[in-house]
């Protein structure tokens, strides 16, 4: 059988791209998910009602019975826009209209009060209140008075709902609907209009609702979990960030008022025991919060002590209304929430001009968060347009109309649950980023921290080699006399020759009695002279050091490495230099080390870019170990870094307990030496 061939690793240029394709993936599949769950909210097949009004026709023809005569009618509305003004006299109103619906085992429903109706399709009569009655040459019944107390006896409970299957081969056909008025009747004539569909449409139009009630239910629930999961995955990597807990707050909110709203909740105990009606005024407070807490400028605290001041308002006044019975105007919430919204747009528009003038603009998070808002804005007003019917029915109707009297909720709510759909998926994006970049620089610090194992076992060799040679000078020194006194020039010229050559493997300067000090500074600073950069160091520790040999060469290279490439970098090369120091203090070990830096990296880029970033970290760990910190102080033409190590307890075997008293005691030391 044949071994499975190993997969070769991941090209670190051509990673990003590998993890760009998996958020694509990611993004595709919750779009798709939400796609799917928009269309599983609507059902096509619901009842239609089939009734003209002034906003929507339906085709109907009408022809009138008035005094004994037929006549057509074209529609006149009373001002509510629904009612039909039909001429005085009316005993009787034919509708007429073909059949274009396609819904199988489909059923007409109207309700009947004080009237009589009979139903034809084509010239087949489907239904008829009146059993026998005379029929005149127009199609219309005559009803005798006989027939019209049988039907007003049926009627007198009030209105009665009336059922009638629809032929299979019903589509294309005439549907004629005739409604019928007796003379005394006490309410204004007016045609019966029927429902459209099934006898399973209304149960099904209410199942689809509450499925679409409990998907939101579980969907807030799983983004519940989800926020929570990547608050505890930031203590995990020490990067907590409790802003988190508001939107997994804001979730749960959103939970419970979907709940509370939901079948489950009302025909459960939940609202008989637990209200939480209050949550409608105040739920997306802390999606606002986080919001405003997300900034840096200063007007981020007004926009604080304003949303603190909403929430309790809306408190109070839910309490007050529910103990006292009070009158209260709900409009005020959604003018709250409306201003509210336009405050913090404000705030995020003047940060971002604030941000691009001092930054730039990075494009990529500029196409991702701009197609990020477009396709979830596209989904979700797909969805809403779709419930609603049309377009202008959802906007001109729905949202517009509201605003026009004075209701925001409708409209805060649109844009406030597309900013928390975006908002979560910038979160879970950044969790993402930052889990790569954890990855990308743990990769890179275990290989600097086997780089600096390898040289110091490197220089361990060397270093014995040296000494060895140092050893063998003196016979060296003795031959060399010998050969000089037996007169032999050539000779001697020759054994000098082949001895330099082995001496040049000695360090160009003695730096400190430690002999691993003393080989690393020896590796970089001589180094260092090469390229002409200036060296001062002090390094005066003793022989031996409490300190595991490991942690001091990975400390120490990556220190003096960071150093000689971030002078190297430096223009003019006659201000390059590197000063360090080294020293022990009791039980305390003092490191400094002082370079020049390019000026032409400001801020906070200089770490990374100007040969500081990921030995820096490696360095933080040592230090993190021996109890102490990583001091850093970076000008514009300067970079320092320092530390003091709490050499208490075995630590020359990378082991030992970490003492408060000697953590404090390092802190004092570092002060004395300037390190703060």
Not at 2 to 17: G, L, S, T, V, Y
Not at 421 to 447: N, S
Request: aromatic share 12%.
């Amino acid at each position: 059988m044949r071994p499975d061939k190993k997969r070769d690793p991941i090209d670190p240029e051509h990673r990003n791209r590998w993890y760009a394709a998996g958020i694509a993936l990611i993004v595709a599949g919750l779009v798709f998910m939400m796609f799917v769950f928009s269309l599983l909210s609507r059902t096509d097949k619901t009842d239609i009602y089939l009734a003209d009004s002034f906003y929507e026709r339906f085709g109907w023809d009408y022809e009138l019975l008035v005094n004994g005569e037929t006549q057509t009618y074209e529609l006149v509305f009373a001002d509510d826009g629904y009612t039909l003004m039909l001429p005085e006299g009316t005993a009787a109103v034919r509708i007429t209209r073909t059949m274009t619906e396609d819904t199988m085992g489909a059923e007409l429903q109207w309700m009947s009060y004080q009237d009589g109706v009979e139903v034809f399709l084509d010239d087949e009569l489907l239904h008829s209140d009146f059993p026998q009655t005379e029929r005149g040459t127009d199609g219309f019944l005559r009803p005798t008075g006989e027939d019209w107390n049988r039907i007003l006896k049926n009627q007198r409970t009030g209105r009665i709902t009336v059922r009638m299957n629809l032929p299979a081969d019903y589509q294309g056909r005439k549907l004629s609907l005739t409604t019928y008025f007796p003379e005394e009747r006490e309410l204004q004539c007016a045609p019966e209009y029927p429902f459209f569909g099934t006898e399973y449409s209304g149960i099904a139009e209410y199942v689809v609702s509450a499925f679409k009630e409990d998907v939101a239910m579980v969907v807030y629930a799983l983004l519940t979990i989800l926020t929570a999961g990547i608050f505890l995955l930031d203590i995990h990597n020490n990067d907590a960030d409790g802003k988190t807990l508001l939107l997994c707050l804001y979730f749960a909110l959103q939970f419970l008022n979907w709940l509370y709203d939901s079948p489950v909740g009302y025909y459960s105990e939940l609202r008989s025991r637990l209200d939480l009606s209050f949550l409608y005024g105040i739920y997306i407070a802390p999606l606002y919060l986080y919001l405003v807490l997300r900034l840096k400028k200063w007007w981020k605290y007004p926009l604080c002590a304003g949303i603190g001041i909403w929430v309790i308002y809306e408190c109070a006044r839910r309490f007050l209304n529910v103990r006292q019975g009070l009158i209260v105007n709900y409009g005020y919430t959604g003018r709250a929430m409306f201003i509210l919204l336009l405050a913090l747009a404000a705030a995020y528009a003047a940060e971002w001009l604030t941000r691009d003038r001092q930054n730039g603009v990075d494009r990529k998070n500029v196409i991702f968060y701009g197609l990020t808002v477009a396709v979830v804005t596209f989904i979700y007003l797909f969805s809403k347009i779709r419930a609603a019917g049309s377009v202008s029915r959802y906007f001109l109707d729905g949202i517009l109309a509201s605003v026009s009297m004075g209701y925001y909720e409708s409209f805060v709510n649109v844009v406030t649950s597309i900013v928390s759909y975006v908002t979560l998926i910038a979160v879970v994006a950044e969790v993402i980023r930052r889990t790569v970049q954890t990855r990308r620089t743990m990769d890179i610090l275990r290989e600097r921290e086997r780089q600096s194992v390898e040289n110091y076992h490197h220089l361990l060799a060397a270093q014995e080699a040296t000494g060895a040679l140092r050893h063998e000078m003196r016979h060296h020194f003795n031959a060399l006399a010998g050969i000089l006194d037996s007169g032999d020039v050539k000779r001697a010229s020759d054994y000098v020759a082949a001895v330099a050559g082995e001496f040049e493997q000695l360090p160009a300067g003695y730096y400190s009695r430690n002999m691993l000090v003393n080989v690393i500074a020896g590796t970089y600073l001589d180094q260092a002279r090469t390229l002409g950069i200036r060296t001062d160091y002090r390094l005066n520790v003793p022989a031996d050091l409490n300190i595991a040999d490991e942690d001091l060469s990975v400390f120490l290279s990556n220190m003096l490495q960071n150093a000689l490439e971030a002078c190297q970098k430096m223009k003019p090369e006659e201000e390059r230099y590197i000063r360090t120091e080294m020293r022990l203090q009791g039980n305390f070990l003092f490191v400094k080390c002082v370079n020049s830096a390019s000026e032409k990296f400001p801020g906070s880029m200089r770490e990374k870019q100007a040969g500081h970033g990921y030995g820096l970290t490696a360095m933080r760990n040592i230090a993190k170990k021996y109890n102490s910190v990583l001091l850093i102080n970076s000008t514009e033409k300067q970079f320092e870094v320092k530390s003091c190590f709490c050499l208490t307890g075995n630590r020359k075997q990378g082991s030992g307990a970490s003492l408060p008293a000697d953590a404090e005691r390092a802190a004092a030391v570092g002060r004395e030496s300037g390190a703060e």
